[in-house]
């Protein structure tokens, strides 16, 4: 195979990786994990792949590409394949105060430990040594799960252990980032030890991964110094919750979530997850996410109240899940109106109409993109005006030409 159509190349040179992790995970001793500015997670090669491990990368990689297939379920051109839409919460008053919205995703977890269906879970909680970034940790009890509950806008490769993780012998339930769950599922697919290993699989509702700068830029808003510094979190204790660093004289500096995550993180997004099909986990079995009420005019509402919870139960193993968290006592559930999804998730609605015009000026410039089939792109296009799709494409395409350009200087 020519070393430019390796997919590994193709993955970094179109600055197309997620970062989950899944190739240095499957091939330990040949890729591993490090952090490449401006502070992203990317796959460093210690030794070449072999072509039937090449084939074997490129059948499981999100960077590369997408398969969604309906099976009889609702099939939302936005939202994916599901087969109920309701709000919940946690009934545990602390769980669901330190979860980023109702702790329903930290709730479905203690239940799945509680219940003998999982022995463990594979989640992100935040590194001691660097309080803005991500760690990847295996809880087993409450206390684990409170540990990692709430939104990390960071950095993570939970799959960057699944060799360890397959070796353990242990089920786990895993939580990950949509495209974690898109290599985990596709790997769970062809090997059954991954999924005898990984019974169930969750996720949330991802606006794009931030670069460790951002955090860092976070900290500089607040007048808080990286080295004072003791703990930090994005968001929860609340809802939406602040962005606050602990420092270690006790002291506390805070911003809100709309200054935190609208000024700052979000403009530190990664390229792929602006081309990125599926913010929203439809390859997951259960996904969370934040059930915001609106305004007059449809906006999100971000004044701090308790929190809800957006559960989309997307496979029958999901839905029977929720249904016994729902009788154990660790769920309570309301109904939802699927119609008011696009108002609360502005941003996961105008990626996905973006996204045709974005992937068309890529195209455009040369620049190698994802593999997206049964995503309803053009569906999705469709819902956009012609104008608004046009500054997509003309605003990808400025980027794409500005990367070529400094490319060849």
């Keep these: 195979m020519p070393a430019s159509r390796k997919p590994l190349n193709r993955v970094l040179s179109g600055n197309l990786c997620a970062g989950c992790g899944a190739c240095a995970g499957m091939f330990p001793d040949k890729l591993a994990m490090e952090m490449s500015p401006p502070g992203f997670l990317r796959p460093k090669q210690i030794a070449p792949l072999t072509e039937v491990e090449d084939d074997r990368l490129a059948s499981f990689c999100p960077a590369l590409g997408q398969t969604i297939e309906a099976q009889g379920r609702t099939d939302d051109i936005l939202w994916g394949p599901y ?49 803005i970034a991500n760690l990847t940790v295996i809880s087993t009890d409450r206390a684990g799960i409170l540990a990692g509950a709430g939104s990390r806008y960071a950095p993570s490769a939970p799959l960057a252990q699944l060799g360890e993780l397959l070796a353990s012998g242990q089920r786990y339930a895993f939580v990950g980032k949509p495209c974690d769950v898109v290599a985990l599922r596709a790997l769970a697919n062809d090997k059954p030890e991954v999924a005898a290993a990984f019974p169930i699989m969750l996720s949330f509702f991802c606006a794009g991964v931030p670069s460790e700068t951002g955090g860092r830029e976070v900290l500089a808003a607040i007048g808080a110094e990286p080295e004072m510094v003791a703990r930090f979190r994005y ?78 139960n997307r496979t029958e193993l999901g839905g029977r899940v929720l249904k016994d968290a729902v009788a154990a006592g660790r769920i309570e559930t309301a109904t939802f109106d699927v119609e008011q999804l696009a108002a609360i998730q502005p941003g996961q609605r105008e990626r996905r109409r973006a996204l045709l015009a974005r992937l068309l000026a890529l195209r455009l410039t040369g620049q190698p993109i994802p593999r997206y089939r049964g995503l309803h792109l053009w569906g999705a296009a469709r819902q956009n005006p012609t104008l608004r799709n046009l500054k997509n494409f003309l605003g990808m395409l400025r980027r794409a030409l500005r990367h070529c350009l400094s490319e060849k200087g």
């Excluded at 979860?99 to 001691?128: F, K, P, T």
């Excluded at 602990?246 to 792929?272: A, C, F, N, P």
Aim: with cysteine.
């Design 83 to 131: 087969l109920e839409m309701r709000t919940g919460w946690s009934t545990d008053p602390d769980l669901r105060f330190s979860g980023a919205s109702g702790g329903a995703l930290s709730g479905l977890l203690l239940h799945l430990l509680e219940s003998g269906e999982v022995d463990a879970v594979v989640q992100i909680a935040a590194s001691a040594d660097t309080p």
């Design 235 to 312: 968001r929860g204790q609340g809802w939406p919750g602040r962005a606050t660093a602990v420092l270690k004289d006790g002291s506390e500096r805070s911003m809100t979530y709309h200054d935190s995550w609208g000024g700052i993180l979000s403009k530190h997004v990664q390229h792929r997850c602006k081309i990125c099909a599926d913010g929203t986990g439809k390859a997951a079995d259960i996904v969370c996410a934040d059930a915001w009420e609106s305004d007059a005019a449809g906006y999100p509402v971000f004044d701090e109240a308790e929190g809800i919870s957006l559960i989309v």
